[in-house]
């Protein structure tokens, strides 16, 4: 991501204003740094922060925007977008009370990234070079850092020499070797936020998270939207029945999904991009005016001068870290994307701590250690945490799981949200949640209580106890927990409490 992507606008310049000021000077540098951290995205910005309220003599270094992904090209401007896409859809649904949409009626695309932008330079100031500075005591060195020893960055000339440091690159998108992909030009993150217009039609390479969230989303804004995966079904992390219900509601949306397929080619001419692909329905094409490739992540690991700081990575795993987010040079650690499978920004913001309690006070905080939970933000969300049921089974683990369908629930009945369930894994044999999972409107919002339960260890036993305002959906949670409690009435325990109330006649 470059600044020189994005035609700029009042909004633009008051978020390059923010985590990228035109001007800006780097400070003298202190003899030495209690810590230096590479990268200012969540897990950089979370290290600098907690580490300087410390008392710790910071340096941070950013090669482009302070933010990263996550407030540039990533959580802020996706959710933004979604949350539009989701008023149209309601706008659509409005017709249930009379309130029909004028005929020939459309969303006004540009109208929503305008309002994305506004909202990303809203937000942007908390995560601002001033900040940072003024604020919290962090020395900002603006531009590519790059190890040159085992305890020295240099970056715009100047040598940062410290006593421990912390990796926090990140990570851009990847995309696949399909021959003419290149040529054609495509989209990812980074750069679909820019479009100022309705692309009109749009292909989405890859049926992950970033793939059906912005597919459903620009489909609801009036594009016409292709999503090619190459699995049999869409988010193949996620339980088949959960994703189903996603897969559904895109298709529902006006989404084509081509699923089960490989792409062979694509070619441009006037008449757009062509993805030419095969699956076991057959070969096909489709043309586009624009291709996103939501197809997985890249570590940035390259130009930092590894080698330098005795750090070992991979090109395609990244950085290599043990448990306690150590490298391979024990001055050094790594979070975030460079370094972690998980790639979310709370997982980020939560390794980040780990970081500076293992870089500053020879701490031992394990990575491992975290619950983590994660949601894809479709309409419905999937949400889950801990392990899946394969997960389970793949390690031995005997487990009772409890599914209560939404269309039983009164709330999701009266907001007509009855699409989706709530799952919940005990260990067999006791009340000790494992994992859940949940499909709803809001599952994001809802699976924090289960969170909750697994680090607070509170089993389904208490959760069936816990009063639930009424109506919500987050009583599916405990409709779970009350299948449990009602598996404990045995034949033999129903029978005594037969002759319990026999005696009490």
């Known amino acids: 991501m470059t600044a020189t992507q994005f035609p700029v606008d009042a909004h633009d310049e008051a978020l390059l204003a923010s985590v990228r000021p035109s001007g800006w000077r780097n400070p003298e540098p202190a003899p030495r740094y209690n810590l230096v951290v590479v990268g200012a995205g969540t897990a950089g910005l979370v290290t600098a922060a907690v580490a300087a309220g410390l008392g710790a003599r910071v ?96 970056v715009d000339g100047r040598r940062l020499r410290f006593r421990r440091a912390v990796i926090a690159s990140g990570a851009r998108a990847g995309a696949p070797p399909v021959p003419g992909l290149a040529e054609a030009g495509y989209l990812t993150n980074e750069t679909v936020f820019s479009l100022r217009e309705s692309p009109g039609r749009l292909a989405v390479i890859g049926g992950g998270p970033i793939g ?20 049999e079904h869409l988010l193949e992390r996620e339980d088949p029945d959960a994703a189903e219900v996603v897969q559904r509601a895109l298709a ?6 081509v699923l089960g397929c490989k792409l062979d080619k694509v070619e441009r001419d006037a008449r757009g991009k062509t993805l030419h692909y095969g699956s076991s329905a057959g070969s096909g094409a489709v043309t586009a ?56 920004t709370h997982a980020a913001d939560a390794a980040a701590k780990l970081a500076v309690q293992n870089a500053l006070f020879f701490g031992r905080k394990r990575l491992s250690s ?52 709530v799952r919940i894994h005990a260990k067999r044999g006791g009340d000790a949640i494992l994992g859940a999972t949940i499909v709803a409107s809001h599952a994001g919002e809802m699976l924090s209580l289960l969170t909750t339960a697994i680090v607070g260890k509170v089993g389904l036993g208490r959760l069936a106890g816990v009063i639930f305002p009424y109506p919500t959906q987050t009583e599916a949670v405990k409709a779970a927990a009350n299948l449990y409690m009602r598996g404990r009435l045995t034949p033999g325990v129903k029978r005594l409490f037969e002759r319990w109330m026999r005696l009490l006649r």
């Not at 990533?74 to 649904?93: D, F, M, N, Y």
């Not at 529902?252 to 999904?257: C, I, K, P, Q, Y």
């Not at 969300?381 to 039983?408: M, N, W």
Request: charged residues 30%.
């Open 59 to 154: 340096a941070l270094v950013e090669r482009d925007r302070l933010g990263g992904d996550c407030l540039n090209v990533g959580c802020v401007p996706s959710k933004a977008v979604i949350r539009t896409g989701r008023l149209a859809a309601e706008a659509r649904a409005a017709e249930l009370v009379g309130l029909a949409p004028a005929p020939g009626s459309r969303p006004d695309f540009a109208a929503a990234m305008r309002r994305m932008r506004e909202v990303r330079a809203g937000i942007a100031p908390h995560d601002s070079a001033e900040r940072f500075r003024d604020q919290l005591g962090v020395d900002v060195f603006l531009g590519a850092g790059r190890f040159v020893a085992p305890d020295s960055v240099e």
């Open 212 to 231: 059906c969230e912005l597919a459903q989303a620009f489909r609801r804004l009036g594009v016409e939207v292709t999503l090619f995966e190459m699995g």
């Open 252 to 257: 529902r949306d006006g989404v084509r999904l």
């Open 289 to 344: 005016d624009e291709i996103l490739v939501a197809a997985g992540r890249v570590p940035n690991v390259e130009g930092l001068g590894l080698e330098a700081a005795r750090v070992a990575f991979d090109a395609r795993l990244g950085v290599k870290i043990d448990d306690t987010l150590r490298t391979t040079n024990r001055s050094i650690l790594a979070v975030g994307d460079c370094a972690m499978a998980w790639k979310f």
């Open 370 to 421: 975290l619950v983590m939970p994660w949601c894809t933000y479709t309409d419905p969300e999937i949400a889950h945490v801990g392990l899946y049921e394969r997960e389970a089974r793949e390690r031995g683990i005997d487990i009772d799981s409890y599914t209560v369908p939404l269309e039983g629930n009164d709330r999701a009945r009266c907001d007509g949200e009855t699409e989706g369930f």
